[in-house]
């Protein structure tokens, strides 16, 4: 992989909580800014519980960063009047990339689900309220969204998002390149073609990726997870042999056509730099 290949590298943060986040998020942006990337996007907590602080990342990346910033926005929970806001708010500062989701329902949640049940309505609302003013990201998922009745189902759902106005999809993160080019492979046969951009989680803690993995459904294979197991002990080993991994899990995605890679950072850049690294992507280093 060259540094001349035009890739859409992107980086994805959370809103930190302190104001020592603050600062780790601040150097951990700046350090991942050798990427290059084509935007930072900014995760937005379920039910809209991280709003302002995401709001708040998301100005201080648009403005100090030189890198587009990209804000999720989820509707779950929302009204059509809150989101207008929020997009009315995101014009103002400049924004002009959305990642457009339905979002999950808070723990414990028992109140209303919102005014918009599914995310290609919230597409659809985005297109009717600003026009062609965001470039619209949705998500898409390689081994199928763990509340989808078939895949039928899942790949139908997809498609109504990028009928409703997606320009581009980030799928969520997995561990087996064919899952990917399956999906792939199925929205060609759907007339669906916007770029899919591979979702990338590099593995820093094992227990801590089996959670994460438990709850959206992302599938470690057996393999996989019976030699991290093996690095329970050592962290430095159980992160180097992940770099391995996930680097040679990219270099297929690559080339086998991917546009991209949208990095899951967890607000660390150690990680996802040596991976970068290993591809070839780090530009001017």
């Not at 470039?135 to 998002?161: C, G, M, N, R, W």
């Not at 999906?183 to 770029?195: A, G, M, Q």
């Not at 996930?246 to 297929?252: D, H, S």
Request: with cysteine.
């Amino acid at each position: 992989m060259t540094t001349e290949q035009t890739l859409a590298i992107s980086c994805e943060f959370f809103p930190p909580r302190t104001d020592k986040g603050v600062l780790k998020l601040h150097q951990t942006r700046e350090q991942l800014q050798i990427l290059h990337p084509t935007f930072f996007s900014v995760t937005f907590g379920a039910g809209g519980s991280t709003q302002e602080k995401t709001f708040e990342t998301v100005k201080e990346i648009q403005k100090h960063s030189g890198f587009d910033a990209a804000p999720h926005l989820s509707c779950i929970g929302s009204t059509r009047e809150n989101i207008l806001k929020l997009l009315q708010d995101y014009q103002a500062h400049g924004i002009h990339r959305i990642v457009a989701l339905r979002g999950d329902k808070p723990s414990g949640w028992a109140g209303h689900l919102g005014e918009f049940r599914h995310a290609n309505e919230l597409v659809e609302f985005i297109r009717t309220e600003t026009g062609k003013h965001f470039f619209i990201e949705v998500a898409a998922y390689p081994e199928f969204h763990p509340e989808a009745h078939s895949t039928k189902a899942d790949l139908d759902f997809f498609k109504q998002k990028v009928q409703a106005g997606a320009d581009s999809a980030i799928t969520q993160y997995f561990y087996n390149a064919d899952a990917y080019f399956r999906l792939v492979d199925n929205c060609v046969e759907r007339d669906i073609d916007i770029p899919i951009v591979p979702g990338i989680m590099p593995i820093s803690n094992y227990e801590q990726l089996a959670r994460f993995s438990d709850t959206c459904g992302a599938e470690i294979p057996r393999w996989l997870r019976r030699r991290l197991k093996d690095f329970e002990d050592d962290k430095e080993g159980l992160q180097a042999f992940g770099v391995d991994v996930v680097t040679k899990l990219c270099e297929r995605l690559l080339e086998g056509g991917a546009p991209g890679l949208h990095f899951y950072t967890l607000n660390q850049a150690k990680l996802t730099l040596e991976i970068a690294t290993h591809l070839g992507l780090i530009v001017n280093a």
